[in-house]
């Protein structure tokens, strides 16, 4: 029975918190079960970033140059590297603060609002922090 009500259990802030008078009203609060799965899919996300990040940063210019390769290639070889290896600590970034918000028991809410982030955007974005309006803001 105790187990029933904790997967029952929902974040519930204070409804004083949310300052967005747009929010919608049958977006109902993140269910513990709901806030346990998304968490479960940021540690896989979190995983395969981390596996990546340590592979890129051991594939070494000088390892996969080839005697074919020019100093052009070599180098646009290595921006790209550079690139996705700072796009993927970027959303590594977000991810680990996606747990802090989990720790924190504000995760589904806006970091600038307290507004609720539609399921929807959490389904795509289990590391989204800002509520649709909020994010088309900041772009």
Known sequence: ???????????????????NGAESSK????????????????????SWL?????????????TSRSILMDDADA?????????????KRLLLNEVNLAFERIRQN?????????ARIPRTLLEEMPWARFCESCAMRHG
């Open 75 to 87: 180098e646009w070889q290595s921006n790209i590297r550079q690139r996705a290896l700072a796009e």
């Open 50 to 62: 981390r596996e990546s990040i340590a592979k890129l940063e051991a594939d070494s210019p000088a």
């Open 1 to 19: 029975m105790e187990a029933a009500a904790d997967s029952a259990m929902v974040l519930e802030l204070d409804a004083s918190a949310g300052r």
């Open 106 to 114: 504000t995760y589904g809410r806006c970091v600038n609002d307290n």
């Open 27 to 46: 977006e109902t609060p993140l269910a513990r079960a709901e806030i346990e799965a998304f968490q479960r899919q940021l540690e896989h996300l979190r």
